[in-house]
């Protein structure tokens, strides 16, 4: 049997029954536990415009932020939202009303009060359709596109949890290093971004020629990541030899309903902690 690295101890056996007696360290320690359910009573606040989001401008906040933004360039003037700041680091998220939104307690959230009853709705995957299908933009009709669409939408949300909870938590956060655990994900990630990279080779956009709710939500994750945004680890992924996604990460940046929903819910930094209305962000990139 291999020697175990001396940062993994080699004596620790998993009990028959896992129990919940300590924090797990490293960066998150504090709102991690295994158990759902809201930690104290706190409603929401509610806006006047028909879309409300509570979220936080993590990667997978910023995707409901760019498509709203890109629903109001487009002339979809019923996209109109409130975004409320939930701060996950002080447990925003165990607040009760938070948790009647989305019993996971995860961002983004979203309720939707343009009709008769309000929709809940939770995962930015589907918020995204949702929108999509509500105005009938960003998600082809052609049933080919549309497959492809929604292939590179979930490829996403299966394929981020690699990238944030696994490599990114073992390179950047995790209480000490392991080298098994981030060469495991240091493989998988790089092996993602050459996914992306030969599917770019091919094709302007995600899912073709047409900008669509796939580059929304898998350009916060990365296209940060291709250009060295995230977890400091540009130069330890060699994230440059991705050449047809760097291509692809600098063309969606400037887009600029994207400079304007990665903004959203983003304390500081030029950042728009809560949108209310189009001049909240206006006087934030003026400042810029």
Do not use: C
Not at 19 to 29: I, L, M
Not at 64 to 84: Q, S
């Amino acid at each position: 049997m291999s020697e175990a690295p001396a940062n993994h101890p080699a004596d620790y056996v998993p009990p028959k029954v896992w129990t919940w007696n300590k924090e797990n360290g490293g960066r998150f320690a504090n709102i991690n536990r295994p158990i759902a359910g809201p930690t104290h009573a706190k409603e929401l606040p509610v806006g006047k415009h028909p879309f409300q989001l509570y979220s936080l401008a993590t990667p997978n906040g910023q995707k409901v932020t760019i498509a709203l933004e890109e629903l109001l360039a487009a002339g979809h003037k019923g996209a109109e939202y409130d975004a409320w700041l939930i701060n996950i680091g002080q447990g925003d998220q165990f607040g009760s009303g938070f948790v009647d939104v989305n019993p996971n307690s995860k961002i983004p959230a979203l309720m939707d009060r343009s009709g008769p009853e309000p929709i809940r709705l939770f995962e930015s995957g589907a918020i995204l359709v949702h929108l999509a299908e509500k105005f009938g933009a960003f998600l082809p009709t052609d049933p080919a596109k549309r497959a492809e669409t929604l292939s590179w939408l979930f490829w996403q949300m299966g394929s981020a949890p690699y990238l944030g909870g696994g490599f990114g938590h073992f390179y950047a956060y995790a209480p000490f290093k392991i080298e098994y655990a981030i060469d495991r994900f240091a493989m998988e990630v790089k092996r993602q971004m050459d996914v992306l990279d030969r599917r770019l080779g091919e094709a302007e956009y995600l899912a073709g020629d047409d900008y669509t709710i796939a580059d929304m939500a898998v350009w916060p994750w990365y296209g940060a990541l291709a250009k060295g945004q995230v977890y400091g680890a540009g130069e330890f992924l060699a994230v440059a030899d991705y050449k047809n996604l760097n291509r692809w990460a600098d063309q969606i940046a400037k887009r600029p309903a994207v400079q304007r929903g990665r903004r959203v819910n983003r304390a500081g930094d030029g950042g728009v902690p809560e949108r209310h209305d189009a001049s909240d962000i206006d006087k934030a990139l003026e400042k810029a």
